[in-house]
Nanobody, 111 residues
Framework: QVRLVESGGGLVEAGGSLRLSCAAS????????MGWYRQAPGKQRELVAT???????NYADSVKGRFTISRDNVKSTVYLQMNSLKPEDTAVYYC?????WGQGTQVTVSS
């Protein structure tokens, strides 16, 4: 059974930081491209960042220089370090392995 379980969301003031985690099971994590996506109220789900098995990364323009995606293949976990958060980063953040989705974790940035 495949499970992607996100954690680390919460309420933070603008300019603050959060670190999201996504623990995976039931997949060959080390060969998966993993991604973080987000969906704000009334908006479509959008790509935030991805990381390949060779640790090549890709970021949405809106988060470049502020967010960092990383992975720990021993722990089968992908992380999203989010710095200099802005109110427009408020959304539910989802983990994805190009097939399966996690349940999401809420990030709220107050102004």
């Amino acid at each position: 059974q495949v499970r992607l379980v996100e954690s680390g969301g919460g309420l933070v003031e603008a300019g603050g930081s959060l670190r999201l985690s996504c623990a995976a099971s039931g997949i060959r994590f080390s060969i998966n491209t993993m991604g973080w996506y987000r969906q704000a109220p009334g908006k479509q789900r959008e790509l935030v960042a991805t990381i390949t098995m060779t640790r090549s990364t890709n970021y949405a323009d809106s988060v470049k220089g502020r967010f960092t995606i990383s992975r720990d293949n021993v722990k089968s976990t992908v992380y999203l370090q989010m710095n200099s958060l802005k109110p427009e980063d408020t959304a539910v953040y989802y983990c994805n392995n190009q097939i399966y989705w996690g349940q999401g974790t809420q990030v709220t940035v107050s102004s």
